[in-house]
C-alpha cells in the first residue's frame, strides 16, 4: 500500500470514527429530552424494594446489563446480574418476590426474557423495562418502561447494536447515580463497597466494630495451668487467651498449640494508650501493631495496659459479607433450650422478641432467613408465619439434607448460607455452611467448630446479636435502624 492510499484512508477511518462518536452522543443526549415521570417510579419502585435488582437481558444488552448490575451494587443497591436463557433453567430461583427485575432488551422482543417474564411476575417480583420500542411486548408487560430508544445504530449496516447499549448503558448509569443520591450514599458507604481499593482501606472497619470486650475476652492469670488455659480457649471460642498478671495488665499470649508469648509480640493486640481510640480505623491499628512487632527484641519498651478487645477475624467477616442466607435452629437457639408441656401434651415455646425483630430486620436487609429444626412444633409454624418466615424445615432427622433443602429453595449455595446451632446434631450443618455460629451454652466440640460463639445466650438475644453482626458486616444495620425510625 503506497502513502498516498495510507493518508486516504486515514482520513476516512478518523471521519467514520468522529461519526460513530457523534450518533452515539446524539443518542444519550436524546435521551435528556425524554426522562419523565416513569424515570421517577423507576427509582421509586427500586427504592421501596425490599429484595434486590435483578437485571438481566442477552446479547449486547446482556453486557450492559451485567455492567449496570456492578454499577448499582457498588453505589448503594444491592443487585446482580441473571442471564436470561440460564433463569429459563433454574437461575430463576434466585429470583424472589421481594425482587425489582430490570431487563434490558432494544427491540423489547427478546425470546428468552420474554420466556421467564410471567414467571417472575407470578411471584410478585416488579419489573422494569429499558427498550427501544415503547410498543414491544416486554415494555406491555411492564410495571415502569424506561424508554432508551435511538434513531439510529453508528454501525453503517445499522444492525451492530452500538449507540443503542451505549444509550441503554447510559440510561442504567442515571438510575445508578439517582439512587445513590436519594440513598444519600456518601465516600464512606462507596469505601466499605470497595474494600480492595485505598478507600476501602483507609475508610472501612474501625476497631470498635470487629472487636471483643469484657468477659467476652478469654484470659488467665499468669499463673495459669495449661489445662485452666485449654478450658478458656474452648469457652470462649476464640483459639487464644491473653494472660493477665496480678493487676489485671495483659502480659503475654497463648494460643493453642503454641508457647506464651510477649503481649507485645501478638499483631491483635489492642492498646488505648499511644493513640489508638476503639473508633480509630483498622488500618491505623495494624500499623501500630506492625510496630509493636518490630519491638519485640526490646521488651523493656512494652507497656502493658489492659486489654480491652480482640479482632474479629477478617476471614469471618468476609464470610458474613457473602451471606445470602441465614438458618438458625430452634431449641437452645431461638428458645433457652427447655421444653415446656402442657397437662395435654401439647409442646409450648417460648420466643424472645428481640430475637424476632432481629430476624425480621436481618430479612429486611436483603438477608433472606429460615428456620431448621429436627423436631416439630405447632409453635414453631405460628412463630415463623408471623416473622413472615415461609422457609422452615421441621422434624428433620436429617439436618444435612435438611439444610441443602432450604439452601435449594432460597436459589442460593452453601457458601452463601449461615447457620447457628447449639449441640452435637447441628455439626454435620455446621460443616457446610459459610457462616458458623453457636450459643455460649454449646459443647465444647461445637463451639470448637464455629466461626462465632456469641455471647448473648440462646433464647436471650443470641439470635439478635447475630443478626446484628450480619448486618454490620454488611453495611445494612444502619439503614435498618434508620427504617425502624421513620
Not at 428433620?396 to 447449639?422: H, I, N
Amino acid at each position: 500500500m503506497n502513502d498516498r492510499s495510507k493518508k486516504a484512508n486515514s482520513a476516512s477511518t478518523l471521519e467514520l470514527a468522529r461519526k460513530v462518536l457523534a450518533i452515539e452522543a446524539d443518542a444519550i443526549t436524546g435521551l435528556i429530552s425524554r426522562l419523565d415521570e416513569r424515570f421517577l417510579d423507576a427509582v421509586g419502585l427500586i427504592l421501596a424494594c425490599r429484595g434486590r435488582v435483578v437485571v438481566s437481558g442477552v446479547g449486547k444488552s446482556g453486557h450492559i446489563a451485567r455492567k449496570i448490575a456492578s454499577t448499582l451494587a457498588s453505589t448503594g443497591t444491592p443487585a446482580f446480574f441473571v442471564h436470561a436463557a440460564e433463569a429459563a433453567h433454574g437461575d430463576l430461583g434466585m429470583i424472589t418476590r421481594d425482587d425489582v427485575m430490570l431487563a434490558l432488551s432494544n427491540s423489547g422482543q427478546s425470546e428468552e426474557l420474554l420466556t421467564i417474564i410471567p414467571m417472575i411476575k407470578r411471584r410478585g417480583a416488579k419489573l422494569i423495562a429499558l427498550t427501544g420500542n415503547t410498543d414491544s411486548a416486554l415494555a406491555g408487560e411492564a410495571d415502569v418502561h424506561l424508554d432508551a430508544r435511538v434513531a439510529q445504530e453508528a454501525c453503517p449496516l445499522n444492525l451492530a447494536p452500538t449507540a443503542s447499549t451505549t444509550a441503554a448503558l447510559a440510561l442504567g448509569d442515571a438510575l445508578a447515580i439517582a439512587l445513590l443520591d436519594a440513598r444519600g450514599f456518601d465516600e464512606k458507604d462507596f469505601a466499605r463497597a470497595h474494600p480492595g481499593g485505598a478507600l476501602g482501606r483507609k475508610l472501612l472497619t474501625h476497631v470498635s466494630d470487629v472487636m471483643r470486650t469484657g468477659n467476652d475476652v478469654p484470659r488467665v492469670s499468669d499463673d495459669f495451668s495449661f489445662s485452666a488455659a485449654l478450658v478458656e480457649i474452648s469457652r470462649k471460642g476464640m483459639g487464644m487467651t491473653a494472660i493477665l498478671d496480678s493487676g489485671g495488665k495483659v502480659v503475654g499470649i497463648f494460643t493453642r498449640g503454641h508457647d506464651p508469648q510477649p503481649a507485645h509480640d501478638h499483631p491483635a493486640q489492642a492498646r488505648r494508650r499511644g493513640g489508638r481510640a476503639d473508633g480509630a480505623p483498622q488500618d491505623q491499628s495494624a500499623a501500630r501493631c506492625d510496630r509493636n512487632r518490630r519491638a519485640r527484641r526490646c521488651p523493656q519498651h512494652a507497656r502493658s495496659v489492659p486489654r480491652q478487645g480482640h479482632l474479629m477475624r477478617e476471614d469471618v467477616l468476609e464470610r458474613m459479607r457473602r451471606l445470602r442466607l441465614m438458618i438458625f435452629d430452634v431449641d437452645g437457639v431461638l428458645t433457652d433450650g427447655t421444653l415446656y408441656f402442657s397437662e395435654t401434651g401439647a409442646e409450648l415455646k417460648a420466643f424472645n422478641a428481640r430475637d424476632g425483630h432481629g430476624l425480621k430486620m436481618l430479612r429486611e436487609s436483603g438477608v433472606d432467613v429460615a428456620i431448621l429444626s429436627a423436631r416439630r412444633s405447632r409453635a414453631v409454624e405460628v412463630r415463623a408465619a408471623e416473622l413472615g418466615i415461609t422457609l422452615v424445615e421441621q422434624g428433620a432427622a436429617d439436618k444435612g439434607a435438611a439444610f441443602e433443602r432450604l439452601v435449594s429453595r432460597a436459589g442460593t449455595s452453601a457458601a452463601a448460607a449461615g447457620y447457628m446451632g447449639d449441640d452435637v446434631v447441628d455439626l454435620p450443618v455446621l460443616a457446610r455452611c459459610g457462616f458458623a455460629a453457636a450459643v455460649p451454652e454449646a459443647p465444647d466440640i461445637v463451639r470448637e467448630r464455629v466461626h462465632h460463639v456469641t455471647r448473648a445466650s440462646g433464647g436471650r438475644g443470641a439470635a439478635r446479636e447475630v443478626c446484628e453482626l450480619i448486618m454490620r458486616a454488611q453495611d445494612t444495620l444502619e439503614r435498618a435502624i434508620a427504617r425502624e425510625l421513620t
